[in-house]
């Protein structure tokens, strides 16, 4: 599963970054690293808005396939 199939609402943690380069820096920075426990907030125009923690952010369709989810127990 990744960023694109996740439902809307569940959280769901991070289990590896398929992008490299500025990509990969970006989500970084952005907070989306393995180990995380994200949420899709809603869908928007191919990408979704993702909550890590308080945070809201859009993410485009590129990005959101780069991030594998595994469900949280």
């Known amino acids: 599963m990744n960023l694109s199939t996740s439902p809307v609402g569940q959280d769901v943690q991070i289990v590896a970054l398929d992008a490299d380069g500025g990509l990969a820096l970006r989500m970084s920075e952005l907070g989306l690293r393995p ?3 994200v949420r899709v907030t ?3 125009a191919g990408g979704r808005v993702v909550a890590v923690g308080s945070d809201r952010f859009a993410l485009g369709t590129e990005a959101c396939a780069t991030v ?3 469900s949280v127990s």
């Open 35 to 37: 180990g995380t426990v």
């Open 68 to 70: 594998r989810l595994a």
């Open 42 to 44: 809603h869908r928007s």
